[in-house]
């Protein structure tokens, strides 16, 4: 940031809950009522879903991103979805499947209610942390397993097969109230889906902006700004997206920020 304009400092917030200050421990208190603003830079669990938001506005500090409720939503896939549908955004089948009891039984009510594949993820987490593509009971089994490990609540969903994009908005820009970004396609690994480990490991392909023709390109930046009103983002966000070739687009989820 321009140095004659700001004096940034930077918060580091450590996985066991310890503030720090430009590198020193210093209570959260202390460190939040020394600041006009907060641009958030946190990613995932904690920075993303509302929980940092709720003490920043404890101590009526503006940040940067969406506020409480809106990133709450954005990280949960039950609500999402729902908000998406009511807004014309197509989105796969999916399944809630609560924590608790016998896999097996879970893993055959997935089978019995969806069409094969299916994904497996965990309800609130982002980065694709605990996601899985299964194709049979066993690995619908395993796939359970491992989403819950990082949540009581996982979603089984509809695999959609299709290329794979992301498009960001960001508000009151170029004299316009929701701008779309350029579309960016990503390509991951030949034979592998972009799980976590492809999203930072440096092997996908990132492509902007994207090979779409026009129209396709168009609607993903619609639908994009769609996702992000339905949302009650603010600020900026970005949508994830399978180009189906049986359905013309498939929304698939929201991300903030970054």
């Known amino acids: 940031m321009p140095k004659d304009k700001y004096r940034a400092y930077d918060i580091l917030i450590t996985k066991d809950g310890i503030w720090h200050e430009n590198g020193f421990p210093a209570p959260a208190h202390k460190i939040l009522t020394k600041f006009d603003a907060i641009f958030n830079a946190l990613h995932g669990e904690y920075g993303e879903d509302g929980k940092v938001q709720q003490i920043l506005e404890a101590y009526s500090l503006p940040y940067t991103g969406s506020g409480i409720i809106p990133s709450a939503l954005a990280m949960n896939k039950v609500a999402s979805k729902d908000l998406f549908k009511k807004a014309g955004l197509k989105v796969p089948k999916w399944l809630a499947v609560e924590k608790g009891g016998d896999l097996r039984e879970k ?152």
């Not at 605990?130 to 089994?141: D, H």
């Not at 359970?144 to 992301?166: C, K, P, Q, V």
Request: proline content about 5%; some cysteine.
């Open 107 to 258: 893993a055959k009510e997935i089978h019995e209610s969806l069409f094969s594949p299916w994904v497996i993820k965990p309800q609130d987490r982002g980065s694709s942390v605990g996601v899985s593509v299964a194709r049979n009971i066993p690995e619908l089994i395993g796939a359970l397993s491992e989403a819950f490990m990082y949540s009581d609540r996982a979603i089984a969903e509809e695999y959609i097969a299709g290329r794979e994009a992301t498009c960001g908005v960001l508000e009151n820009f170029r004299g316009q109230k929701y701008y779309a970004l350029p579309v960016v396609e990503i390509i991951p690994v030949s034979g592998k889906f972009f799980d976590n480990k492809a999203k930072y490991d440096g092997t996908t392909k990132e492509i902007c902006p994207a090979n779409f023709d026009p129209e396709t390109s168009k609607k993903i930046q619609e639908s994009a700004i769609a996702a992000h009103r339905a949302l009650g983002l603010r600020h900026y966000s970005r949508s994830d997206f399978r180009i189906s070739k049986r359905a013309f687009l498939s929304s698939r989820r929201t991300l903030f920020p970054g």
